[in-house]
């Protein structure tokens, strides 16, 4: 069983158009992520869901829109897409250890990613 | 400004041999780091934590250390083997965000 997973793999598409990633994990975890992997590898956090509340929301265009039906899925819907919305895109799971870290640990389980891909 | 070094130049070691990776930051005060590692065409995968009033963490063959005055952790890999060959990502907690750095890609000849 995967513990996270994410549809689709491979996404290729054209500019303007929209798209979702959805994703889903079986860990019995309460909180949700997206992270956005660029060429350049970095791992950039975009979103964090705690039991269906937006918590973490970073400086993402309102075009990447997240929703989390419930504590195990976290989707990603992306408008009018545009070049430079190519790269590799990250859910993530988590325990939820607070804001302000606390003596917990936010440890991730990644899913495999999504790549997507402009033209 | 925030930042968070790993080496950018890809290392590479002889099987047997100490693989050290490096990971420096700057302007952070996490209460703890991680070290995860990705394979091509994967997510990454948690390795170890170290809090920040912790020096030293082992874990098998692998080993790291964190100095908060240094503002580094070093992540060590002994008798390292082929299967070792990956992307070595660290990642700092901050405000409730793991942050990532930028990996460094080890590679290990037989």
């Known amino acids: 069983d995967t513990a996270v997973s994410q549809t689709p793999k491979y996404l290729v598409t054209q500019m303007g158009n929209d798209k979702s990633i959805k994703c889903e994990q079986n860990l019995g975890h309460d909180t949700m992520y997206w992270y956005k992997q660029d060429s350049k590898k970095f791992l950039k956090i975009m979103f964090s869901?705690?039991?269906?509340?937006?918590?973490i929301n970073e400086t993402v265009p309102n075009r990447f829109s997240p929703k989390s039906p419930d504590k195990a899925h976290l989707n990603l819907h992306i408008n009018s897409l545009e070049l430079g919305d190519s790269a590799v895109y990250f859910c993530?799971?988590?325990?939820?250890?607070?804001?302000?870290?606390?003596?917990?640990?936010?440890?991730?389980?990644f899913g495999a990613g999504s790549r997507l891909t402009v033209l | 400004s925030q930042k968070i070094e790993q080496n950018s130049e890809a290392l590479n070691i002889q099987e047997g041999k100490t693989a050290t990776l490096t990971c420096n930051y700057t302007n952070y005060s996490p209460a703890y780091l991680q070290w995860y590692r990705q394979d091509p065409g994967r997510g990454p995968v948690f390795l170890l934590l170290?809090?920040?009033?912790?020096k030293e963490k082992r874990k098998e063959r692998l080993k790291v250390t964190f100095d908060t005055t240094l503002k580094q952790s070093l992540f060590h890999i002994t008798a390292s083997q082929p299967a070792d060959s990956a992307t070595y990502l660290c990642?700092?907690?901050?405000?409730?965000?793991?942050?990532f750095g930028q990996g460094t890609e080890l590679s290990v000849k037989p």
């Open positions: 869901y705690n039991n269906k509340e937006l918590i």
């Open positions: 993530a799971s988590s325990h939820y250890q607070g804001q302000a870290g606390g003596s917990g640990a936010n440890v991730l389980t």
């Open positions: 170290i809090r920040e009033n912790e």
């Open positions: 990642a700092l907690s901050q405000g409730g965000k793991l942050i």
